[in-house]
């Protein structure tokens, strides 16, 4: 099992940063990407940005490309989500998730259904 937990929420203004981390614990080693993924009150959970463990492969939904950088440290087996020029379309509970297995597809990356592993989630709200 792994056990992930994130940090780094909170409320900021339109136009800032925040950044949040997850720190995994468990069986890490089994662990091939991770990805943050977002919810918004009435919507579907959506992707985010997503990160391999042995190539630090990145990838980002249109949404964000440009505004967030995911990165991760192996050492500390924690991911970071950097978040900069926060818009309020942005406002969202964030979670940390992660897959075993490799996926090969871009939808299959993307879709919240392959990830094994998910945090309690952390919640980010920017301000107009």
């Known amino acids: 099992q792994v056990q992930l937990l994130e940090s780094g929420g909170g409320l900021v203004q339109a136009g800032g940063s925040l950044r949040l981390s997850c720190a995994a614990s468990?069986?890490?080693?089994?662990?091939?990407?991770m990805g943050w993924f977002r919810q918004a009150p009435g919507k579907e959970r959506e992707f985010v940005a997503r990160?391999?463990?042995?190539?630090?492969?990145?990838s980002y939904s249109n949404s964000v490309k440009g505004r967030f950088t995911i990165s991760g440290d192996n050492a500390k087996n924690t991911v970071y989500l950097q978040m900069n020029s926060l818009k309020p379309e942005d406002t969202a509970v964030y979670y940390c998730?992660?897959?075993?297995?490799?996926?090969?597809?871009?939808?299959?990356?993307?879709?919240?259904?392959?990830?094994?592993?998910w945090g309690q989630g952390t919640q980010v709200t920017v301000s107009s």
């Open positions: 990160i391999t463990w042995s190539s630090s492969t990145t």
């Open positions: 468990g069986r890490t080693l089994s662990i091939n990407a």
């Open positions: 998730a992660a897959v075993k297995n490799a996926l090969y597809t871009i939808v299959a990356r993307r879709t919240p259904g392959n990830y094994d592993y």
